[in-house]
């Protein structure tokens, strides 16, 4: 059965889609990418931290503003902070690299 991946930044602009867009095609996950702020591309919303397996955000604050809001949903998920700041352009090489070890080491892929 496929994991449902969540991919969380700010805007949903350049971090996240990256992330989306890396993980789209793998056979063992379902991907979405969402932001926290209120003029994110795509707002994260309580429907998605229902569906998500593993939420990934790409810095500390993301994780705090996801516990203010949705902490009770929040409770039996495996949230992963990347510790990645938000540097980069979408599918920015270094940003790529920076998902894909991050990520394939927390997955065990």
């Not at 203010?68 to 039996?76: F, N, P, V």
């Not at 352009?89 to 920076?98: A, F, K, N, P, T």
């Not at 998902?99 to 080491?105: F, Q, V």
Request: hydrophobic share 40%; aromatic share 10%; charged share 30%.
């Amino acid at each position: 059965m496929k994991k449902n991946l969540l991919f969380i930044c700010s805007m949903n602009q350049w971090r996240s889609p990256t992330a989306e867009t890396l993980f789209r095609k793998h056979a063992d996950y379902s991907v979405r990418s969402a932001g926290t702020r209120d003029k994110a591309r795509r707002k994260v919303t309580a429907k998605d931290i229902q569906w998500a397996d593993l939420i990934f955000v790409m810095e500390q604050k993301h994780k705090q503003r996801l516990k203010a809001t949705y902490g009770s949903l929040l409770q039996y998920k495996t949230l992963h902070v990347l510790d990645i700041e938000d540097n980069y352009q979408y599918m920015d090489e270094e940003l790529v690299r920076l998902l894909t070890l991050s990520i394939e080491n927390l997955l065990d892929i």
